[in-house]
Nanobody
Framework: QVQLVESGGGLVQAGGSLRLSCAAS????????MVWFRQAPGKEREFVAT????????FYADPMKGRSTISRDNAKNTVFLQMNSLKPEDTAVYYC????????????????WGQGTQVTVAS
């Protein structure tokens, strides 16, 4: 069993920055990859970024490239998402998730989910 808890969301103005955190506990050895997804009201959940625990390999969604960084602190079992140059369209609930599978952009490949943290970007 794995538990994930997100934090760091809030209200920021367009162009601002925010760092999200996702703390994992329980049987964390089961996790091979961690990922961030987001979901805006009335829209499908979409992939944001993913990272491999051990090697640190990363992959980003096109809208996030160049203005976001996913990282991890293995000793603290925590994954971070640093977002810069935020835009109103970044407004969504951000979720972190874990999987034993290789890096994936598909939400169905992840079995462990956090409750989400709200990110609101004002124009």
């Amino acid at each position: 069993q794995v538990q994930l808890v997100e934090s760091g969301g809030g209200l920021v103005q367009a162009g601002g920055s925010l760092r999200l955190s996702c703390a994992a506990s329980g049987r964390t050895f089961l996790i091979y990859t961690m990922v961030w997804f987001r979901q805006a009201p009335g829209k499908e959940r979409e992939f944001v970024a993913t990272i491999e625990w051990s090697g640190g390999s990363t992959f980003y969604a096109d809208p996030m490239k160049g203005r976001s960084t996913i990282s991890r602190d293995n000793a603290k079992n925590t994954v971070f998402l640093q977002m810069n140059s935020l835009k109103p369209e970044d407004t969504a609930v951000y979720y972190c998730a874990g999987s034993r599978a290789v890096l994936s952009t598909t939400s169905g490949d992840y079995n462990y989910w956090g409750q989400g943290t709200q990110v609101t970007v004002a124009s």
